[in-house]
């Protein structure tokens, strides 16, 4: 298995509040994805990161945003949380081979966050 | 904008059956396409990676297909069991690195 992890793995929080979620990579790969995956919408790519301090915008980008100091380390900050946020975050990583489309991701366990 | 659909969205098939999974793509400029494999409360497992230059790709029981220039994709399952259970996505990668899903596929084998 790819060494990713998250953290927290679960959370409860309440409307209005910051909330960071961490995702750690052992592999140094290049580039870091965060995504979300609700019922009825499948996944859909929050932000994504191509190297230390470079990221951009995926599909679902309002009121998310990241933060990469390190390669290993990508985090996804609600700065403020609303209920519409409810939802499992998955993180993802990969590294171009060089080839052209040579890559391949690997996703972590997930965190369930849970807005009231 | 890519869309990535799969047919059906619900299988149950008897243990030992050989079944296909369906994925088409709206757009056919893919870099790869890649099946993933989840299971219940878990993360994504990758199955198999295709490159836009390939037509298939083999691993133990399982056989990806794709066809680029029709934008469709298939995984193949032989000989199937209760433990493949689980919802099956596929993804293509565009130009940017980014992947988009399919809402997938939910595969039950019953014993």
């Known amino acids: 298995d790819a060494g990713i992890t998250q953290s927290p793995r679960h959370k409860v929080t309440e409307t209005g509040t910051p909330v960071t979620l961490r995702c750690h990579q052992t592999e140094n790969h290049r580039y870091m994805y965060w995504y979300r995956q609700d019922p009825g919408h499948g996944l859909r790519l929050i932000h994504y990161?191509?190297?230390?301090?470079?990221?951009d915008k995926g599909e679902v980008s309002d009121g998310y945003s990241v933060s990469r100091s390190k390669t290993e380390d990508f985090l996804l900050t609600l700065e403020s949380a609303t209920s519409s946020q409810t939802s499992v975050y998955f993180c993802?990583?990969?590294?171009?081979?060089?080839?052209?489309?040579?890559?391949?991701?690997?996703f972590g366990p997930g965190t369930r966050l849970t807005v009231l | 904008k890519q869309e990535v659909t799969q047919i059906p969205a619900a299988l149950s098939v008897p243990e030992g059956e050989n079944l296909v999974l369906n994925c088409s793509f709206t757009?056919?400029?893919?870099?790869?396409l890649q099946w993933f494999r989840q299971d219940p409360g878990k993360g994504l497992t990758s199955l198999l990676l295709i490159q836009s230059s390939q037509r298939e790709q083999t691993s133990g029981r399982l056989n990806a297909s794709l066809d680029k220039s029709s934008g469709r994709s298939t995984l193949y399952i032989a000989a199937s069991q209760p433990g493949d259970s689980a919802t099956y996505l596929c993804a293509v990668r565009g130009s940017n690195y980014k992947l988009t899903f399919g809402k997938g596929t939910l595969l039950t084998v019953n014993p």
């Open positions: 990161s191509y190297g230390v301090k470079d990221t």
């Open positions: 993802a990583i990969s590294e171009s081979r060089g080839d052209r489309g040579g890559d391949e991701q690997f």
């Open positions: 757009d056919s400029a893919i870099y790869n």
